[in-house]
């Protein structure tokens, strides 16, 4: 099951994007591979600390506190590598576009969900 959430910067919408939150699907998104549902990445909550250990290429891991505020953005995650913030409350996997080096999400943002 998929989700859209909006990315709100000083009251206006900045970026959109489409995410799973259901825990089965988890294993079964990875990015270069088909996946069973039109999404851009992960949503993972509760959570703090995530790893890309399996996959097959990099993604932009966004951690987000209270009130969906966003903590802190890591961009481009590498296959094997870890990552925390132990004040997360739930952390945002973004699939890697191959033509933008960073995120237009930044600390301070809001997740606002839709629908």
Same mark, same amino acid.
């Given at each position: 099951?998929?989700?859209?959430?909006?990315?709100?910067?000083n $009251?206006?919408v /900045?970026?959109k994007?489409?995410?799973?939150?259901?825990?089965k699907w988890? #294993?079964r998104? *990875?990015p270069?591979?088909?996946?069973?549902i039109?999404?851009?990445?992960?949503?993972?909550?509760?959570c703090m600390v995530?790893?890309?250990?399996?996959?097959?290429?990099?993604?932009?891991v966004i951690?987000?506190?209270? $009130?969906?505020r /966003?903590l802190?953005?890591?961009v481009k995650?590498k296959?094997?590598?870890? #990552?925390?913030? *132990?004040?997360?409350?739930?952390v945002?996997?973004?699939y890697c576009?191959?033509n933008?080096?960073?995120?237009?999400?930044?600390?301070g943002?809001?997740i606002s969900?839709?629908?």
């Amino acid at each position: 099951m998929s989700r859209a959430i909006e990315i709100m910067r000083n $009251g206006e919408v /900045v970026s959109k994007h489409y995410v799973a939150r259901n825990k089965k699907w988890i #294993s079964r998104i *990875l990015p270069n591979e088909k996946t069973p549902i039109d999404t851009d990445g992960i949503v993972n909550i509760p959570c703090m600390v995530i790893h890309s250990f399996f996959r097959k290429s990099s993604v932009n891991v966004i951690y987000l506190g209270k $009130g969906d505020r /966003v903590l802190k953005t890591e961009v481009k995650l590498k296959p094997w590598r870890l #990552s925390m913030n *132990l004040r997360a409350r739930a952390v945002l996997e973004l699939y890697c576009d191959n033509n933008s080096n960073r995120p237009i999400i930044k600390e301070g943002d809001v997740i606002s969900w839709v629908g």
